[in-house]
């Protein structure tokens, strides 16, 4: 089977093993990942996807945090997968994906996380993602999201259009334009709410929480 396009976390797939390194030396992942951490705010042992999975940290965050909580990750790269896998130590389901249909049927959570993820889809796909989150997941159930948002102050603005030339200019222009609260909408959520953000040397990260409406006509 052809396996489909996909930007990898670092842009090219032999900077994977880095990652975790990297990310740490230049970025406040910690910080950023416990905020939308904190915004989960369980009612007991809900299932919870975190799509972009990635290396896996946010997931162990969630663990650690929220034990009663059951965690699958997704992502569309094997190889960063690999080395969830090693970490996440069977803790957290984890399954690839082909970038188009969420291995999951209709209403199977009650909140999807996303870190860092969206700016590396194109635009032209971030809907039809959002609406697979949208189908995955139960009425009622929230979506948040922690990723590059509207620059807020002179220095974020010049600092995410140097970043956007490594990490591609065409899928982070609706996160520099502010708009993916308005993909999101697009996509059936009922209430989309733009929160706290956190300023970073690469640009501003934005905080999205969105609710599927608990009663919706399918
Ligand atoms: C910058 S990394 C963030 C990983 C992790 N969420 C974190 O916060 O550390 C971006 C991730 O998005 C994944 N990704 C890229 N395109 C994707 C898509 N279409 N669907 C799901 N994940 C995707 C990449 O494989 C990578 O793991």
Redesign the pocket.
């Known amino acids: 089977m052809k396996e489909e396009k ?4 670092l842009r090219f797939q032999w900077l994977t093993g880095f ?1 975790d390194r990297l ?1 740490s030396l230049t970025f406040p ?1 910690k910080k950023i ?1 416990q905020q939308l951490i904190n915004l989960v705010d369980p009612k007991g042992n809900e299932r919870l996807l ?6 896996g ?2 997931s162990i965050m969630l663990k650690q945090q929220y034990p009663e909580m059951r965690v699958w990750g ?4 094997d190889r ?1 997968l690999s080395i969830a896998y090693e970490k996440v130590q069977h803790k957290v389901e984890l399954q690839h994906y082909d ?1 188009k249909n969420l291995p999951f049927p209709d209403d199977k959570f009650d909140v999807v996380v ?4 969206f700016h ?2 194109p635009t032209n ?1 971030k809907a039809k ?1 959002l609406k697979e989150i949208f189908r995955v997941l139960k009425p009622g159930g929230r979506l948040l999201i922690a990723d590059f948002g509207k620059p807020r102050t002179q220095y974020t603005k010049i600092a995410f259009a140097i970043f956007r030339r490594f990490d591609g200019e065409e899928q982070t222009r609706a996160n520099a334009k502010g708009m993916l609260p308005y993909f999101i909408m697009s996509a059936g959520f009922s209430v989309v709410e733009e929160g706290e953000h956190i300023n970073t040397a690469f640009g501003t990260i934005s905080y999205i929480k969105a609710v599927k409406a608990a009663s919706i006509e399918k």
């Open positions: 996909f930007n990898p976390a990652y990310i992942e990942k975190d799509f972009g999975v990635g290396t940290t946010l997704v992502d569309v790269d960063i970038g996303s870190s860092l993820v590396h889809i796909m993602i």
